[in-house]
């Protein structure tokens, strides 16, 4: 099967590396050999082994011995008009760019089964995490009530730092891109963006309709505090940035936001660069998946175990559960009930109901956590006694 990788940078020579390397046990997996015959990208690479690059993309969609490609441009442009092009050509695209499936992935998708081929995405959500396959394939037995998931590494680490170092985010922050764990515009990660596209992709495979990320309520890390964490550890939990989506009737709930998670969850105890993902279902109950979430040969594992696939359906398309979505499909998230943590300015005298914690060295504030109440039944609640009076330093939900 010959094939053609479009991006040769992090993940895209990644792929290219575990072709070369393991050329003869994939050859032995996929039931035939995998050639690379193009790999498109501006840049040049005297230094790669590989001696086929181009820099027309019309190349790769006018041959006819190219039957599968690699998407590892990201962004959607021009990663979303090439691969369209190329599905509707009848050629295989395997991709990791989350943000295309997030976006086009209802299209591309329809795309690929009218034309009986296939569109794969397995490293698009947990880097070399094996998420995708199980939800559409091994737990299809079960109904998936919610999912709730770490799914950046990035934020994941600049959290642990400020947890067990006491870092501020900033500082914290820092060192994730000294390290190369954060981008130099860390928009993406640190404002939940990156997993807002990931919940969107896992809830719409999950309950086979569309849930457009653009809708879903979306918080990141910045407005967290060191005291947040110390207040987050005397009372039993960690502080996660977590992507969660849940069943309730004909829709579903969708939502990313900082989050306090029991010390009792799996989740919990999931920190630096790694990713955890818990499915929970009304018959099998909780399933989790755990690694390392992003990562050159990681997400390229992936990528080349979907290509895999690929050869192995030559003929047939797999098919994946993703409909167009009714309106008022994803609920108003601000109806959606939650605990808060709340951490507020003064006495704590009248909390007694809300089992106010104190902590040595922060004075004058106390924090507490108060049942699940929707956003408009927590603002009632902050205006009557004891909270009228008293200013909220902090808010998180608690999950």
Not at 152 to 158: A, H, R, S
């Amino acid at each position: 099967m010959k094939i053609a990788i479009m991006g040769f940078g992090t993940v895209g020579s990644g792929v290219g590396e575990i072709l070369m390397n393991s050329f003869d046990n994939l050859a032995k997996k996929a039931g035939e050999k995998i050639e690379v015959k193009y790999i498109l990208d501006l840049r040049d690479f005297p230094d790669s082994p590989y001696d086929c690059f181009i820099k027309d993309y019309n190349i790769i969609l006018n041959d006819p011995e190219i039957e599968a490609v690699i998407e590892a441009m990201g962004g959607t442009v021009p990663a979303y008009e090439f691969t369209k092009k190329l599905l509707l050509a009848g050629k295989h695209v395997v991709t990791s760019n989350k943000e295309l499936v997030a976006r086009h992935g209802t299209e591309l998708l329809q795309i690929a089964a009218e034309k009986n081929i296939n569109y794969l995405f397995e490293a698009s959500v947990g880097g070399g995490i094996p998420i995708i396959k199980p939800l559409i394939n091994s737990l299809t037995g079960d109904d998936i009530t919610g999912i709730v998931g770490i799914l950046n590494g990035t934020t994941n680490y600049i959290l642990t730092q400020m947890i067990k170092n006491g870092k501020t985010f900033r500082a914290a922050l820092s060192e994730a891109q000294e390290k190369g764990y954060a981008e130099k515009d860390p928009t993406a990660d640190v404002e939940g963006i990156d997993t807002c596209r990931k919940i969107a992709i896992l809830a719409s495979l999950a309950y086979g309709k569309y849930v457009d990320s653009n809708f879903i309520p979306t918080e990141g890390i910045t407005k967290i505090t060191p005291e947040d964490a110390k207040y987050a550890q005397a009372m039993g939990y960690s502080v996660k940035i977590v992507g969660q989506c849940v069943k309730d009737g004909n829709g579903v709930y969708a939502r990313v936001c900082p989050a306090f998670i029991s010390s009792e969850s799996p989740l919990a105890g999931i920190d630096d660069v790694f990713n955890g993902i818990l499915v929970q279902g009304d018959s099998l109950g909780d399933v989790m998946f755990y690694g390392k979430g992003a990562g050159k040969l990681p997400t390229a594992s992936a990528m080349v175990a979907d290509l895999v696939d690929v050869a192995k359906h030559r003929n047939t398309h797999i098919r994946i559960l993703w409909a167009e979505s009714e309106e008022g499909y994803l609920h108003d998230g601000s109806k959606q009930k939650y605990s808060y943590y709340l951490r507020v300015s003064g006495a704590a005298e009248g909390f007694e109901e809300y089992a106010a914690k104190k902590l040595p060295g922060l004075e004058n504030e106390f924090a507490v956590i108060v049942p699940p109440v929707s956003e408009a039944e927590l603002e009632e609640l902050l205006k009557s006694s004891p909270f009228d009076g008293h200013e909220i330093l902090g808010k998180i939900r608690v999950i």
